[in-house]
């Protein structure tokens, strides 16, 4: 038996976007948020009295690491030499070989180097399992080393691949020793701890072929829980299970709005923000479904959200609303166009006084077709998603 932790990317020192409206409290809890989800997850490894950890990539991000960073998981990867836990670490683009600051990693710390190499290990039930996988040596790393991967020629011992890298049939652009699913099938290995994409997915369940994501959100596109993978099993089935340890989360979510007064705009999201507070600190971005033919004064809603935002400065699980954008539903239901009675809009006399400041403007009518020329319903329908998208970004502002 064999039992494991799989984690990726955990870009310590990486900086967050639009931090600087935020208070110092919430300021130093999410500059430490890396570092508390990895504090998390060797808990984890702790606990689930796992045989060893995979760090596969980016431990570090290149252009911010700091001392403090190297200090900090030297310390984590000692809690776990206490308990006999060893650490096999796969670094990639943004922590290569060529960047390091210290190798004074703790006897249970194996690094592998620029060429696939591979390590045998001990598990607490005294099998063996054998790990592969390479280092980048620059950032700056195209080349494919998936040949260089030894084939497993014994189905009995339990084979672990190692990668930093693209799938061929994702949609990053950042493509870093691109890989099929078929060449990492040809290695006939029972799992493949990969890095580099931030989303957690399985590729494969025969075998086991997992990105772990990043181990902490860092903006709206790393949404939801990040953490880690246990993994648990021997030669014949392997199975993973997911433990979340992000120390923030970014989300998105929608409320519905029948008033819009100040204070029932402040309750509903103060209301919101108790309900969700539970699950831990957070920023959101929020859309309010607003009903009804009102519309909210842009002064009222700046208020609001100063309000809600000096509100969180002391919670410990703070509730961030980064955003808030205004839906209203009613406008969307209901067509201008069939506020227009037919005969109205049949009317020329009508239509041309409409359009006569425009057409007598000498320096846009000779830009301009004949007004009769033009699609009536199409018009009223083309200043309706002008007013929608004006309203719109009203609102974002």
Not at 17 to 40: C, G, I, M, T
Not at 59 to 81: G, H, P, S, V, Y
Not at 344 to 353: C, G, H, M, S, V
Request: charged share 30%.
């Amino acid at each position: 038996m064999v039992k494991f932790l799989h984690c990726a990317d955990l870009h310590l020192d990486s900086p967050f976007v639009s931090k600087q409206h935020l208070s110092p409290n919430v300021l130093r809890d999410v500059e430490n948020s890396a570092y508390e989800s990895f504090k998390k997850i060797v808990d984890v490894a702790l606990r689930e009295s796992v045989d060893f950890v995979i760090i596969s990539g980016d431990l570090f991000d290149q252009r911010n690491r700091t001392l403090k960073a190297e200090i900090f998981l030297k310390e984590e990867f000692e809690r776990l030499q206490k308990e006999q836990i060893f650490v096999y670490i796969a670094h990639g683009n943004h922590d290569p070989l060529s960047e390091r600051i210290t190798s004074d990693w703790p006897d249970n710390v194996t690094v592998f180097s620029n060429n696939v190499e591979t390590y045998q290990a001990i598990t607490k039930t005294g099998d063996n399992v054998h790990i592969h996988g390479f280092s980048y040596e620059t950032a700056a790393s195209y080349e494919n080393k998936i040949d260089d991967y030894p084939t497993n020629e014994d189905r009995n011992i339990v084979h672990i691949g190692v990668l930093h890298g693209t799938y061929s049939k994702s949609g990053d652009s950042d493509r870093y020793t691109e890989f099929r699913l078929e060449d990492l099938n040809k290695k006939l290995y029972h799992y493949w701890a990969l890095g580099h994409i931030h989303k957690r997915q399985q590729l494969s369940d025969l075998p086991e072929i997992h990105y772990s994501g990043n181990i902490q959100g860092r903006h709206f596109k790393e949404q939801g829980e990040k953490g880690c993978l246990i993994v648990a099993g021997d030669h014949v089935k392997l199975t993973t299970r997911f433990v979340p340890t992000q120390f923030i989360r970014f989300e998105s979510a929608t409320i519905d709005i029948d008033q819009i007064t100040q204070q029932a705009l402040y309750d509903a999201i103060q209301s919101f923000k108790q309900k969700v507070r539970g699950l831990g600190r957070s920023f959101y971005r929020l859309q309010l479904n607003v009903s009804g033919d009102e519309r909210i004064d842009p002064q009222v809603l700046e208020q609001v959200k100063a309000m809600i935002l000096d509100y969180e400065e002391n919670e410990q699980y703070f509730v961030i609303i980064d955003s808030l954008d205004i839906h209203y539903t009613e406008l969307e239901t209901h067509s201008i166009f069939k506020e227009f009675a037919p005969d109205l809009l049949a009317q020329d006399e009508i239509y041309e006084a409409a359009l006569s400041d425009l057409y007598m403007n000498p320096k846009a009518s000779k830009y301009l077709d004949h007004y009769m020329e033009h699609d009536r319903k199409a018009l009223v329908e083309r200043a309706e998603a002008m007013i929608h998208a004006e309203l719109k970004g009203a609102n974002r502002r």
